[in-house]
């Protein structure tokens, strides 16, 4: 035994010494959770670019994750090259606790480094026996809404913006009035689920509420994973979420990756990255190609949250920091 | 072995009757003064049943459903799938760290609280209770909270390039630490019961510390440090919280099972996700069939040793 | 058990017995290095707060409410399976009936289940559409989504606590007690009360504790069924979470802190009793 057990204690500081082999052609992708789909067919067609044109191999390893826990991690050390998220406040938190990439990163890559966008979207179930339209519709009674955690999710953030700007405008603008309507509206949700796939499976599995709130690129994964038995209904105004890119430069400097990262993350704005967002059910920006798929994207009437809302880092505080009006809803009553 | 201990005791307490039924057979004796009228039994172990099935059998069975929904030849290719086999390599890896290191702590922590009386062994008993209050969460987060980037030890770990978090040593170190009780738990009331004279006896013989440890203090707690492996390595294969802390979810890499678990779960990989979580749910069948299987084996010699 | 072993554990010989220095030692410093270091952490970055901050943080309802909720829940559940855990435990040491080993198996089956799968799996058995739920529904009980669903959860990870501790004291429970007692003319009860239950209760009390400790600080499982709604549903450990994810890493380890100082005192006060509980009863275990 004793033998046996000096032999694991060896491994174990061996494994505790264990370099990373740090490659010039090997990068680390961190990004949000739905997007393993994606990365499996883009990660190759990078590769095989990458290959033609410079005849090197890459390796493409990828973490996925809730968009902030990962960001977090690469606060935390995770050795990632580029991070993918499907929010800008994710990668300013990196920005500012670790300055680990340039604060101007928005600026390294067309359309504020967003090569992709989706939007929230409402499921509801076969025949949408409740007639649920719009957002008007979600605060009605008799009707139960299932939508994640917006302190813990970024589809709950997105869709509680949503809701609170589309009141916004149907009141002339009154502040007061889209809280009310925020207010009633998270009122009729039984389960804050933290993430998106444990909204789902409430919705789906378990058959609690009437609709569900959650990106586009996750409707459509609800109907081929489930079938037939829900509708998508598209309200009136939706949220243009978008899903911003960067470069980790101090993690590529000291792996001695920029350059692959740079041409990796500039591969995503590629008509053929383009087509495989458009393949997954993220809109691509290249308005060409988002025409293209028209059949799998339906028009929509989006705002933008840095515009309505003063920029990401304002929306943060002002609504989910602690304290903030998310907070309030729950603890004023 | 057993024997051996026992002949330094007064008299090893047998079971109930001259008859001297087997030692292994005393359950059912039809004596009415120490059981119970048969309703009364027949109750009991239906309420024990109802119980046992509410909270534990229809889970376990509810995993195995939706494991096989789509059907075996499903179940056999998610699992046969690279990342997955990558992640119960990993899960093997750190388990086999973990689990022989908290032996060793549970042994000695054992025989130190056991063999010998001094001051704080109550808070001593109690801080190796601890892990189990902490929030899996937590159980990671220290380990960030001194590895990571801006922890305590961050700058250094990070200027001799060694790699724990978001690594296999941090994967381990988080194992370690969840299952850092169970082996001392199981052992400490089992030393405790037996109390040191047959260790007094060795020595007074001439053994040696290492010779009385060896040939009589083990073999008379062997059994319980089986369970106790047992239910430390189920532990260690199963943990999620901590490790997922720490881990990185690099796919093919840092993912164990449980993580391989929720990530096919979020990718709506549903039946997929399930079954890598039976492979663990059958691990806790399977450990608990060799440990039937040993106790039906050698059941006397476990029936002699727990009795004393 | 005999007066002797009793008086070997009361008084031991030191000079005899060798290695106290060495495990001891190794003990604690494997203790120290693995544990008490790393938490010690946790302190170390709350108390970057301050007590002004501590209890600014840990008094806000939320946080209060959370608290409540978890330790409520957990002690709830550590009574549900201080009743049912013996229960269990004496069923399988004295009884036979079919498909025992099976049971006896799975009693462990929630040490090995990652959290996460039991907590899927216990939602859908006691979700409205649930196998169990179904059933409950009518009677108008929810349990899915509810603080219910939140002992349920709690229940099943501390059982084996209970069972395990529980079921190895109960096998080597002397006979002979029970039939002297009988012969003195002690109903079936009253022997049941007066010999074996003081002989379980420092057993029992342990699992107790540990079953509680457990279930205090758990996520995985109770995330799923609990609906986590702020100031119902919502349990300590998801709070930890959401300060994570606002980068609060000193708000995160305040409530963390504040779990761990109330749990460890409640282990202490738990593991003290059992202490007292053997003295008395002069019972090993």
Known sequence: MTRRSLLLLLTFILALDARVASAGNELLNASYDVTRGFYRDFNPAFAADWKQKTGEDVRINQSHGGSTKQARAIIDGLEADVVTSNNPLDIDAIVDKAHLIPRDWASKFPHNSAPSWSTILFVVRKGNPKGIRDWSDLAKPGVSVIVPNPKTSGNGRYSYLAAWEWAKRNNGGNEAAARDFVTRLFRHVPVLDTGGRGATTTFAHRGIGDVLLTFENEVRLIQSELGDRFEVVVPSLTVRADNPVAVVEKVAAKKGTTRVAQAYLAFHYSDAGQELFANNDIRPVNDAILKKYASRFPPLNTFDVDQAFGGWARAQAVHFADGGIFDQIYQGN | ?308 | MTTVSKAGRRKPPRSVIPGFGITLGFTLAYLSLIVLIPLAGVFFKSAGLGWEGIWHVVSSPRVLAALKLSFGAALIAALINAVFGPLVAWVFVRYRFPGKRFFDAVIDLPFALPTAVAGIALTALYSANGWVGQFLEPLGIKVAFTPVGVIVAMTFIGLPFVVRTVQPVLEEAEKELEEAAATLGASRWQTISQVILPTVLPALLTGFALAFARAVGEYGSVIFIAGNLPMVSEIAPLLIIIKLEEFDYAGATAIAATMLVLSFSLLLMINGLQAWARRRHGHGR
């Open chain 2, 1 to 308: 072995m057993a024997a051996s201990a026992n002949e330094v005791r007064p008299t090893p307490p047998t079971d109930a009757g001259s008859s001297a039924p087997p030692p292994f057979e005393p359950l059912m004796q039809r004596n009415a003064a120490i059981t119970e009228p048969g309703w009364v039994r027949w109750t009991l172990t239906g309420v024990a049943v109802v119980f046992l099935s509410l909270f534990l059998l229809l889970p376990l069975v509810s995993v195995f459903t939706e494991a096989l929904r789509n059907g075996v030849g499903a179940y056999l290719s998610a699992i046969a799938e690279p990342d997955t086999l990558s992640s119960i390599r990993l899960t093997l890896i750190a388990a086999a760290i973990a689990v022989p290191l908290n032996l060793l702590l549970g042994v000695s922590a054992a025989w130190a609280i056991t063999k010998f009386e001094f001051r704080g062994k109550s808070v001593l008993i109690s801080l190796i209770d601890l892990p189990f209050s902490v929030s899996p969460v937590v159980s990671g987060l220290i380990y960030v909270l001194i590895f990571g980037r801006q922890g305590y030890l961050g700058p250094w770990v990070a200027d001799h390039d060694i790699k724990i978090l978001f690594a296999v040593p941090g994967i381990v170190l988080a194992t370690i630490f969840v299952t850092f009780p169970f082996i001392a738990r199981e052992l400490i009331p089992l030393m405790q019961e037996q109390g040191t004279e047959s260790e007094q006896a060795a020595l007074s013989l001439g053994a040696s510390g290492w010779q009385t440890f060896w040939h009589v203090t083990l073999p008379n707690i062997k059994w319980g440090l089986l369970y106790g492996v047992l239910l430390c390595n189920a532990r260690a294969m199963g943990e999620f919280g901590a490790v997922s802390v720490v881990s990185g979810h690099i796919r093919g890499q840092t993912n164990t099972m449980p993580l391989q678990i929720e990530i096919l779960y979020n990718e709506y990989s549903f039946s997929a996700a399930f079954a890598v979580a039976s492979l663990l749910a059958g691990l806790a069948l399977v450990t608990l069939g060799v440990k039937s299987l040993l106790e039906w084996r050698y059941g006397d010699e476990l029936a002699a040793s727990r009795r004393h």
